[in-house]
């Protein structure tokens, strides 16, 4: 892997942006050879399959993400759409035949799925080889054990992000705010095994301000717009803000935003923010991934590079 401009532990005086952008290229140009070799070797392109149950605009607008970049990349990529009232049954007897069609790699099942839909199930009936998101009880274990297998997206890609920066882990306080199954826990697990010392907060935490500014590595995975600020970073830490939350109160935003900001916030009527002060972050960071830009565009980019992984190993082409 590349490693390019190499960050000072100490704070500075002009934080470095982490831009997500640039790692989400080299990620797809990494991947364009694979998708030829696989071509040649194995006379087909990687495939992936896409679960869509019921009409949510924000599942929507992701799945119609992953299915332009999979066309881009010349990965094979099938769309699933069932409407929201399909039973448990009926979806697992999907995963069930997608698990048995041979030129499909990976299966994706878009989440959130409806409450009255049991989630576990469906994401446990994915064959753990072909299971792209890393959810499966298989996948999550090898993930714990720190052995090869496919790892959550939006985690692999943060991890991803920290090395093509060149920013040491190994040895350094790792904090990761937020312990949900998706993010904080997988995030967690790769930050120890990339030798970090890892402490995890969530909701129970008592002083979160306290944890968070013992950290070189901050990582803030809460859902909360803008909850982390000036209190909880400490001067030159690296921050990776992976929440993405969208302010349309006026007061919010002036909470929020710099003044030049305001002004888009003005024009547009709405905005994205992150977990994390983007004032402050930009203020005391040594580094940081601005929302929007950051980790976001590496989500993606990790789902095709999963599965290519996924076909690779299934067709024994590497
Ligand atoms: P989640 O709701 O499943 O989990 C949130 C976690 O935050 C929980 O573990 C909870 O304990 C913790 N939390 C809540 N309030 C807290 C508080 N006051 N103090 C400390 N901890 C608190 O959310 P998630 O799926 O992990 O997503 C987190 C954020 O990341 C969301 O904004 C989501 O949109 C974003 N996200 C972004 C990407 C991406 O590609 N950029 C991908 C996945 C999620």
Do not use: W
């Not at 002083?207 to 000036?230: F, H, K, M, Q, Y």
């Amino acid at each position: 892997m590349r490693i390019v401009s190499p960050i000072s532990a100490g704070p500075s005086s002009q934080a470095k942006i982490l831009d997500g952008k640039t790692v989400r290229d080299q990620i797809k140009s990494e991947i364009r050879p694979r998708v030829e070799r696989l071509r040649s070797h194995a006379g087909r392109a990687p495939g992936l399959a896409v679960v869509l149950v019921g009409n949510d605009p924000a599942s929507e607008s992701y799945v119609r993400s992953k299915t332009l970049t999979a066309a881009e990349l010349g990965i094979h990529s099938e769309q699933i759409t069932r409407p929201a009232e399909i039973t448990t049954e009926a979806l697992l007897a999907i995963v069930q035949e997608l698990n048995g069609r041979e030129e499909i790699d990976a299966i994706l099942v878009q989440l959130p799925l409806p409450a009255h839909i049991d989630t576990q199930r469906v994401l446990g009936a994915v064959l753990p080889e072909k299971d792209v998101d890393g959810f499966h009880p298989f996948n999550v274990g090898l993930l714990t054990m720190g052995r090869p297998g496919l790892k959550p997206c939006t985690p692999a890609g943060v991890i991803r992000m920290l090395k093509h920066y060149g920013i040491a882990m190994a040895g350094k306080h790792a904090v990761v705010a937020g312990r949900s199954d998706i993010v904080g826990k997988p995030m967690s697990l790769l930050l120890l095994q990339e030798n970090a010392t890892v402490t995890i907060c969530h909701s129970k935490t008592p002083d979160l301000a306290a944890v968070c500014r013992t950290a070189d590595i901050l990582v803030a995975a809460i859902g909360r717009p803008a909850l982390l600020n000036a209190n909880h970073i400490r001067p030159g830490a690296v921050v990776v803000d992976v929440g993405v939350n969208r302010i349309d109160s006026r007061t919010e935003a002036e909470r929020i935003f710099s003044p030049e900001r305001l002004a888009v916030f003005d024009k547009n009527g709405s905005l994205l923010v992150g977990d994390v002060n983007p004032v402050d972050m930009a203020r005391l960071a040594s580094a940081y991934t601005p929302v929007p830009g950051g980790v976001g565009p590496l989500t993606i980019a990790m789902l095709m590079s999963n599965t290519i992984e996924a076909a690779e190993r299934r067709t024994g082409v590497a």
